[in-house]
């Protein structure tokens, strides 16, 4: 396809995004939600469908809803309802998921995106409450399928947007942003390879100028976010080049194959289903007041877009550490929980960006399993600062810390690695790095002033890395000249 | 007659021993049985040791109060470990797992639990007709039907094959049984008594609640399975107060008389008993009867019809044989496909080119296994009136009529809310026939749904509306049948009705 072709064009694309909450318990029922139990051992009666089971509301899940609605600028309903979405399939016990439809509880929002060369505000159409089904698995046996319960009732919320987003970039830097958000709300884990986190995009392309939407197509199957982006850019071209050949793009919902990086049909508009929407009956509308309105916002954390300005304003980080130290709300805890420590917003940046994200990058953790506590780290990096230690024992240090749990000091003094800076341990080192290397000297003193680093280096080995290179440089420029 | 209420103080005079009382009701069940069929099941050996233990409890005045109360209880209220079948082929053999919320109240009571009581299939009928289980007869005569849905209850009441029941009443399944077997029925307001075990027709209507041959045996009764339960969102937190206690309260009823509830369909017998009873009650000082309207009582069946029904055929949803219940025969099913499929690819072999296309088109619209299956267990496991009232529901809520149907008779439910809302700020409770005739012949009714449906002319508003009401027998109709006249009264106004039920019970006695 030529470039031509699609410049004409513009994509329209709007995301629906499912997070799973973290909720203890299920939706509407008293079970626990924690993934990978043995399958069909986290259910009620209510979870099997069984006659005579009622849904309850967790009160966790207004609560943990509330908190993105707010954390997204949502206006939040003072009165919303649940609804019974119906249909049949074996992974769906009741019939029906409880979900919300024409009144979700939070609307008209909005999320921020920032791309390369300009930023932009993403509506969000709006945020509701519904469960999840439970897991039909299909490869396990040879002619039937599997339904395992555990999942059914768990807790989700679907974020719908407007169909404000033009490129996949942009769709992609929108679901980064989301995963961000629901992390820093602790409210879901933002995992999209294991689907805690979900996306379906509807597509369309038109003229550009044009006001009209063009028919649009719903792709789903999308499980990572780098499959979200490709898979939109696969449709936007397809879409263009079906046009641009005389065809029309027709209605239907398609399937993203990340294998061969294509899309197919899964049903066409015919066979849209007919889910007989009403008010579910069982539970009474979730009134929201003033009071839970408040009681959530105070539980709202500092949100990333906020910290970073923070970081940048009053911590002076420059820009892209900034961005980085709060890139996820939990590295962002660790490193100000650092400075509660050592008030020195640069040093500790500088560990933490370096040493400590190559551990957790290594050892694919989260920084909350990161071995070495803020205050162990703190101590660590005071040691440097107080120039008890230089640069390289700081790193022999931590990699030993991340090992055991002895503190810095103690490591530093049982692998004899606190700085010396008494010149009485020095000079004679020097003296004798002087006399058995008169070649470099003459050099030295010739003008070949680099060879300042094979002193110091000469020095610093035969010190067992215990002077202060600082100190050694001193006097070392002192003698020489 | 021996009802609850006086068998307990027999009890606790010692004049009667409760090992002795149960051993009388299963001699009566052996008897009468078999001709009434208002039980499905009974577990004799169950009864007979809870007996014991609560008769040893009353020697030692720690029994529970409502010792004395054999009761049956309609299957569709959830019993563990029993089979809770809703008189449905669809859950013949199905256990319940767990308990209700009024099942353990009474037990903790010390209630005796004897046996499970025929229905129509999923509370669904005005007759116990619609069931495997074959129809009740009422016990005045049995060829005629018991009323439903709960005829069991009230045919076992009435039939003394206990002394309570419980039942339900989403559109009058309660009061209109009670009045058709001469027996007291009470539908307490929506969200007085928890919902959890009852296995549901249509959520924002139905109500479980007492029949037994008193009003004081349902104030009782009633008072330890209403409150609170953090099982049912839509349970209410309001204190209950001891209904029995309040039955002989001094003070003026004021008596709403609709014009509605006695126009035209009304049996002239039932007429006759109904109004002999309004005249009593106006001579009577303790009653104050004053004409009111329910302007929109004359859209209560059609919206009833829509309202329920619409939920049932989500609630039903879940019998799919897939996790329990009526499972049709996968072989049959992959069968009848493969049959399906070879008769169009012979045709398919014969067609021309333009008629291949639609047999192709035919071939993609054949069923997978699941939906056949789907199919296949729904249609062997319901009974038709079921299945009239799941494609009802189906079609109301479908796009394209959902607006004209369903979301209209929300709008009337509302009217009818606030018809009762005037009404209530006028008068305490409002009298009504229970029932528009007495009960009619077993079989005459039942290919005629429409005529069916008009039995629940004067108590589906009460569920429309939230309500309680109560139905108290009234009379004799001149063919030798009970009937029943009712009192409906506001949300949580239980007291109320109970208190004008009792005194139209002592007025009558």
């Keep these: 396809m030529s470039t031509i072709a699609h410049e004409k064009y513009e994509a329209v694309i709007g995301l629906e995004v499912h997070a799973q909450l973290l909720t203890e318990s299920k939706a509407f029922a008293p079970v626990s939600t924690e993934f990978g139990g043995a399958p069909n051992t986290q259910v009620t009666p209510l979870c099997l469908g069984h006659p005579g089971t009622l849904p309850v509301l967790n009160e966790n899940l207004v609560r943990y809803t509330i908190r993105m609605g707010l954390a997204t600028d949502c206006k939040i309903a003072e009165k919303s309802i649940f609804a019974r979405k119906n249909y049949f399939y074996p992974d769906l016990p009741k019939g029906y998921q409880i979900s919300q439809y024409e009144t979700p509880i939070c609307y ?374 | 007659m021996s009802d609850f209420s006086s068998t307990q103080e027999q009890l606790k005079k010692g004049a009667l021993t409760l090992p002795d009382l149960v051993e009388n009701y299963l001699d009566r069940i052996e008897q009468k049985n078999p001709q009434i069929n208002a039980y499905v099941s009974v577990d004799g050996d169950a009864a007979r040791k809870e007996a014991e233990v609560i008769q040893k409890k009353i020697r030692n005045g720690s029994a529970g109060r409502l010792a004395g109360a054999v009761v049956g209880v309609k299957d569709v209220i959830c019993e563990k470990g029993k089979v809770t079948s809703c008189a449905s082929n669809i859950l013949r053999n199905f256990e319940s797992v767990y308990d209700a919320t009024v099942i353990e109240k009474l037990r903790s009571e010390d209630a005796i639990l004897l046996g499970r009581l025929n229905m129509d299939e999923f509370a669904m009928g005005s007759s116990s007709e619609n069931t495997i289980y074959g129809p009740v007869r009422n016990p005045h005569d049995d060829s005629k039907v018991s009323g439903g849905s709960s005829g069991g209850s009230a045919a076992a009441v009435a039939g003394e094959l206990c002394n309570i029941a419980l039942g339900s009443d989403t559109g009058g399944s309660i009061r209109q049984p009670a009045s058709y077997c001469g027996v007291v029925g009470v539908k307490p307001t929506y969200g007085r008594v928890s919902r959890h075990g009852l296995v549901a027709y249509a959520s924002s209507f139905d109500c479980i609640g007492p029949l037994a041959h008193s009003v004081r045996d349902c104030a009782e009764l009633l008072s330890t399975i209403a409150g609170f339960d953090p099982n049912d969102n839509t349970s209410s937190g309001l204190d209950v107060p001891d209904y029995a206690s309040g039955l002989e309260s001094s003070g003026t009823l004021r008596v709403g008389v609709p014009e509605e509830y006695f126009g035209e369909g009304l049996d002239d017998g039932v007429r006759k008993i109904v109004e002999d009873v309004i005249a009593q009650l106006e001579k009577d000082e303790k009653f104050n009867l004053v004409p009111i309207r329910i302007p929109h009582m004359k859209y209560s069946i059609a919206t009833y019809y829509i309202l329920a029904t619409a939920e049932a055929s989500s609630n039903l949803a879940r019998y799919d044989g897939v996790r329990y219940g009526h499972r049709g025969d996968i072989d049959e099913v992959r069968k009848e496909l493969r049959q399906e499929k070879e008769a169009i690819e012979d045709k398919i072999e014969l067609a021309d080119a333009a008629g291949k296309n639609d047999l192709i088109e035919e071939m993609a619209k054949v069923d997978s296994p699941l939906i056949r299956l789907y199919k296949k267990s729904r249609t062997e496991g319901f009974g038709r009136e079921v299945k009239r009232r799941i494609l009802l529901g189906t079609y109301v809520l479908s796009a394209g009529y959902y607006d004209a149907y369903y979301a209209k008779a929300q709008k009337v439910r509302r009217l009818i809310k606030q018809d009762f809302d005037t009404a209530f700020s006028k008068v305490d409770v409002i009298v009504s026939p229970t029932a528009p005739t007495p009960a009619f012949d077993i079989g005459s009714n039942i290919d005629d749904p429409i005529q069916m449906y008009l039995n629940d002319i004067y108590t589906t508003s009460a569920n429309l509306a939230g309500n309680c009401g109560i139905s108290v027998p009234a009379g004799t109709h001149p063919d030798g049948l009970p009937v029943g006249i009712q009192f409906m009264g506001d949300k949580y106004q239980e007291s109320k009705i109970l208190q004008a039920g009792y005194l139209v019970e002592q007025m009558l006695r």
């Design chain 1, 108 to 481: 008209d929002g909005s999320i921020h995106i920032e791309m390369e060369d300009y930023d932009k505000t993403i509506g969000l159409t709006r945020i509701h409450m519904e469960e999840d089904a439970g897991k039909s698995i299909h490869d396990q046996d040879p002619t039937d399928t599997l339904v395992d319960l555990n999942r059914a009732g768990v807790p989700l919320i679907e974020i719908v947007s407007e169909p404000d987003i033009r490129t996949p970039q942009e769709a992609y830097a929108y679901l980064i942003k989301i995963k961000q958000i629901v992390q820093y709300l602790e409210i879901c884990d933002g995992n999209m390879e294991e689907g805690s986190l979900r996306c379906d995009a509807n597509v369309s392309v038109r003229l550009r100028g044009q006001e009209k939407f063009g028919t649009r197509t719903e792709l789903k199957n999308m499980n990572s976010f780098r499959n979200v982006e490709r898979a939109i850019q696969f449709e936007i071209e397809r879409q263009i080049e079906l046009i641009e050949s005389g065809g029309e793009v027709v209605q239907q919902t398609l399937l993203w194959d990340p294998n061969k990086l294509e899309t197919r049909q899964m049903r066409t508009k015919e066979e849209a289903h007919d889910y007989r929407y009403f008010p579910e009956p069982d539970i009474p509308p979730v009134i929201v007041g003033e009071e839970m309105l408040d009681e959530v916002r105070s539980e709202l954390p500092e949100m990333p877009d906020v910290r970073l300005e923070r970081f940048i304003n009053e911590l002076k980080l420059n820009e892209e550490d900034a961005r980085t130290l709060t890139e996820n709300r939990q590295l962002a805890d660790y490193y100000e929980g650092v400075l509660q420590h050592l008030d020195d917003p640069k040093a500790v940046a500088n560990l933490v960006m370096t040493e400590v994200l190559r551990v957790l990058n290594e050892e694919s953790i989260d920084i909350r399993q990161f071995p070495i506590g803020t205050e162990r780290l703190a101590e660590l990096i005071a040691l440097k600062k107080d120039d008890k230690i230089n640069s390289s024992a700081m790193q022999q240090i931590f990699n030993h810390m991340l090992k055991n749990g002895d503190s810095a000091m103690d490591l530093a003094e049982e692998m004899n690695l606190l700085q010396v800076s008494d010149t009485g341990f020095i000079e004679p080192i020097i003296d004798d790095v002087i006399e058995q290397n008169p070649d470099e000297v003459k050099r030295f003193q010739d003008g070949k002033k680099q060879l300042i680093g094979f002193f110091i280096g000469q020095v610093m080995q035969r010190s067992k890395g215990k002077a202060n290179p600082q100190q050694v440089r001193e006097i070392i420029t002192k003698k020489l000249n």
